[in-house]
């Protein structure tokens, strides 16, 4: 999920620079391996073109841009089940930290939070029972969430 309004950090977010390299490139780049990749965004947002342009990625999904969860659920209607949603703000993002969340999810919708008990809005998509079936899944480990310019500053000072 990237190319929503940005409005705690920047409309650019996800291509602003964490340790030499724009987050949603450090995502690409260690989860293209394992994944089949798809960047949900809206139209003519500035990551579009990055995408496409930048990173070579042609499976793009335009959302209608009504809204975080809105998207979500829109996105996953349209690529279906079993699916992971990651929003384009966790930099340090690993194969080993969705391992854990495929593992551990027993129900149809799991979400992953991190050792301080803090949301990472990435979430594992099993199937149509989302509405009744949830679970939070956890890493032992903390996670960096970009979503403010202290956090943003944070993810660089950990290089």
Sequence with gaps: ????????????KPILTVCGKPILQRMVESLSP???L????VRCHPVDRFVRNYLGINNVLYTDGLGYENDVVEVVRKLGFPLIVIPSDIPFITNDALKVLIRECK?????LKDISNSFTGISLWKDEGYSSSFQYVFLDYPVINVNDWNTFLQANKSC
Excluded at 1 to 12: E, Q, V, W
Excluded at 107 to 111: A, N
């Design 34 to 36: 394992h994944y089949e």
């Design 107 to 111: 129900s149809s919708l799991c979400s």
């Design 38 to 41: 798809w960047i949900a965004t």
């Design 1 to 12: 999920m990237a190319g929503g309004k940005g409005s705690r950090l920047s409309i650019i």
